[in-house]
């Protein structure tokens, strides 16, 4: 058993209890492997955001749990060396699909989880969210439950529509189940295709697509009934067009993939969500990187010299995110 503690982290708490009064979102950004953590961990350094750092069930798997764990622990003392005085650095589970995933990432020193029983019956996804709360709890771990469900994949089940959060039901929700934060559905997605085209219209100043809005509606009524309770916003790439273009330039085939757009998240930091997840927009920033220097210069052989571009272009991102979007810069000085 190791406490998140012991490595420097922080659990979600006070940090989405300043976020909603001030208006802003905490960064919640996932990662795979070194390249990521170093262009996230330089980010928030070089911005002071608090950030947090997710990890998937499929990141466990591909770079080793032991491995993450121990990086993590690395990340707090990286962002130290930085300059960073006193790094708000959370380690929390994306997505975690069973009591015993929650259980050995919470003994195994994350500060945060998720259990995600959104696909299951209202029922069992309260007894779920309520054992592994009670559990987390124990150790002041915080946990994310999620109610209503996102269009596309999510946790392997294929979703064709949202399922939007039913405000009435958010309170028995939290009540019965004790979590911390709660992921809702308005309308965002997983992954670079948010959208259909035909979904979007077409902007006449720039020619690019441009989604229907989301439930905003939606949001409101869940914070009339939850005042001030901790909101969460997955599938929060824009999926910047530029990006794409790279990418598609330099002999990769992404076809009409559609983000939400920034102003949107915009919005919505400014009301109860205060922790918005993007994972998409990175896997893109870090391809389009790689296939250029490929594409320029074909002898070249040494990862370094095309995953450290990949790397800059990550933290470019990133910062973008938190002073452009989040408005999270600041506030963990
Ligand atoms: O919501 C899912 C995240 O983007 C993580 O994706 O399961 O492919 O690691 P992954
Ligand atoms: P994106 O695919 O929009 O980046 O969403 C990531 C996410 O929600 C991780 O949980
Ligand atoms: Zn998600």
């Known amino acids: 058993m190791v406490s998140y503690k012991d490595l420097g982290l922080v659990n979600t708490r006070d940090m989405f209890a300043k976020a909603i009064k001030g208006g ?8 795979n492997n070194m390249e990521q953590l170093q262009a996230i961990v330089q980010a928030a350094a070089e911005t002071k955001s608090p950030v947090i750092l997710q990890v998937s069930k499929g990141a466990r798997q591909y770079a080793n749990a032991t491995l993450l764990r121990y990086m993590a622990e690395g990340a707090v003392e990286y962002a130290k060396e930085l300059g960073w005085e006193h790094p708000q650095i959370v380690l929390h589970l994306d ?8 259980k050995s990432c919470v003994d195994m020193g994350f500060s945060s989880v998720m259990i995600d029983g959104s696909h299951l019956p209202y029922d069992e996804n309260v007894a779920l969210t309520r054992k592994v709360v009670d559990y987390a709890h124990k150790y002041d771990v ?26 009435e039901e958010v309170v028995d929700f939290v009540t ?9 559905s308005i309308g965002t997605s997983h992954g670079a295709y948010k959208f259909k085209p035909e979904q979007c219209h077409v902007d006449p100043a720039t020619g690019r697509l441009v989604p229907p809005p989301l439930a905003f ?3 409101e009524g869940v914070m009339k009934e939850l005042p001030g309770f901790p909101i969460v916003l997955h599938g929060s790439s824009s999926v910047p067009q530029e990006e794409v273009d790279t990418i598609n330039k330099y002999g990769g085939k992404l076809e ?12 919505a930091a400014s009301m109860a969500v205060c922790k918005i997840n993007i994972d998409s927009d990175s896997r893109l920033a ?15 052989f040494d990862p370094r010299k095309y995953l450290g571009p ?6 470019k991102l990133y910062i973008h995110k938190i002073v452009n979007v989040l408005g999270s810069n600041g506030k963990a000085e």
């Open 24 to 31: 802003y979102a905490i960064p919640a950004f996932n990662f």
């Open 95 to 102: 997505h975690g699909d069973s009591f015993e995933l929650c």
């Open 142 to 167: 915080t946990v994310e439950g999620e109610l209503g469900v996102l269009a596309g994949v999510e946790d392997d089940v294929k979703a064709e529509h949202h399922t939007y959060t039913r405000p």
């Open 176 to 184: 019965k189940t004790g979590c911390d934060s709660l992921a809702i």
């Open 217 to 219: 509606d939606v949001l």
């Open 256 to 267: 009409a993939a559609i983000g939400i757009p920034e102003d949107e998240l915009r919005k």
């Open 286 to 300: 870090m391809t389009a990187a790689v296939r250029k220097v490929l594409a320029e210069h074909p002898g070249e």
């Open 310 to 315: 990949a790397r800059d272009n990550m933290k």
